[in-house]
């Protein structure tokens, strides 16, 4: 009991001690707050869940995407551009007044005179090239993240014997 009652004294007296005078070493120390970092703000409804299948995940996001039409130019539209490019057939390259031209054929055999500048497809194409055999055309295409990308497409002349 005796030991009891002095453990007793001396914390009373070393608790008063602590707060009677603030000690020169606690005065040096620098404000810890002052260094938080803050968290980085989550976007919880955009979260990927770790268990589903990738791609599964960006499957649904490319159907989401490709109902968003591209922007509309104020441009005509062609009438090779309503069919796609599997169903379009180079026919033959030939030139006509300096400048190489192709002629397609569409699903329906009813031919086309193509120029470089030209449209076709439904993908936006621009013809870009005219070769021997070849028609060079860029169109436009989303990669999986859902931005709009150039993709250079190639329709080259079958020969038949």
Not at 8 to 25: G, K, T
Not at 133 to 140: A, I, K, N, P, R
Request: hydrophobic share 40%.
């Amino acid at each position: 009991m005796k030991y009891l009652l002095w453990l007793i004294a001396a914390c009373m007296i070393s608790v008063s001690l602590l707060n009677a005078a603030p000690s020169p070493i606690s005065e040096n120390l620098p404000n810890a707050m002052q260094h938080m970092v803050k968290a980085p703000k989550i976007d919880f409804p955009n979260l990927r869940d770790p268990f589903a299948s990738y791609l599964s995940r960006v499957h649904s996001h490319n159907q989401r995407v490709t109902t968003i039409q591209p922007q509309q130019s104020n441009r005509k539209r062609e009438p090779l551009e309503q069919f796609g490019l599997e169903t379009l057939r180079l026919v033959g390259i030939f030139s006509m007044g300096g400048e190489r031209v192709a002629m397609i054929e569409d699903a329906m055999t009813k031919g086309y005179i193509i120029r470089r500048g030209n449209h076709l497809g439904k993908h936006n194409g621009k013809v870009e090239k005219i070769t021997n055999d070849t028609l060079f055309l860029v169109e436009e295409a989303r990669d999986p993240a859902g931005e709009v990308t150039d993709r250079q497409v190639s329709l080259t002349l079958n020969e038949v014997n």
